[in-house]
Structures are given as C-alpha cells and as structure tokens.
C-alpha cells in the first residue's frame, strides 16, 4: 500500500516560517516525481512546488527539499503570508501512478 504521510501544518503569523514533511513508501520514493500542492477554500488545487517548478507566488520564499535516505520531501515556508493559508497536499506522480497525502492544514494569521 503506497502511502504519503504530510506533517508540520498549523497556525502561524504573518512573517512566520513552517516546514512541511511528506514521508513517502520507499517502493515509490524512488521512481516518483514529488510535489507539493495546496489548495484555499473555494479555490483550485494547485502547484506549489516541485523539483523543476515553483509557484510565482512562493518564489523567493519557499524551498522544497528531499533526503533520500529518510523517503521524505519537505517544504521550507519562509515568509508566510495570509494567502498562503490552504491545505497543503503531497504529491507522487509517474507515468503510471499519481498518488496523494491526506493533507496538513496551513494557517496563517494574526
């Protein structure tokens, strides 16, 4: 059973930073193309980052990172702002599986 295991969410104030862990099977970990996601209420999925590709938004302020030996990506979250409160989503994609975490909740506010 492929699983993808998000951590980290929570409340935050603006300026503040997060990091965001997603502990992924081994047996995908090696074949799949990570990525983060978020999505706001009443809003679209959408990319965050991944190894290739950041979200304009996020730029500058955000950093995804991964260590093999441990199956785990991460999302360093540096200078939160109130839009950037969403459920934020890991992602394992291949040609042949496109797989999801369960989510961890990011709010930001003061």
């Known amino acids: 059973q492929v699983q993808l295991v998000e951590s980290g969410g929570g409340l935050v104030q603006p300026g503040g930073s997060l990091r965001l862990s997603c502990a992924a099977s081994?047996?995908?970990?090696?074949?799949?193309?990570m990525g983060w996601y978020r999505q706001a209420p009443g809003k679209q999925r959408e990319l965050v980052a991944s190894?290739?590709n950041y979200a304009d938004s996020v730029k500058g302020r955000f950093t995804i990172s991964r260590v093999n030996a441990k199956n785990t990506v991460y999302l360093q979250m540096n200078s939160l702002k109130p839009e950037d409160t969403a459920v934020y989503y890991c992602?394992?994609?291949?040609?042949?599986?496109?797989?999801w975490g369960q989510g961890t909740q990011v709010t930001v506010s003061s």
């Open positions: 992602n394992a994609r291949s040609t042949t599986f496109n797989y």
């Open positions: 081994g047996s995908i970990f090696t074949f799949a193309a």
């Open positions: 190894f290739t």
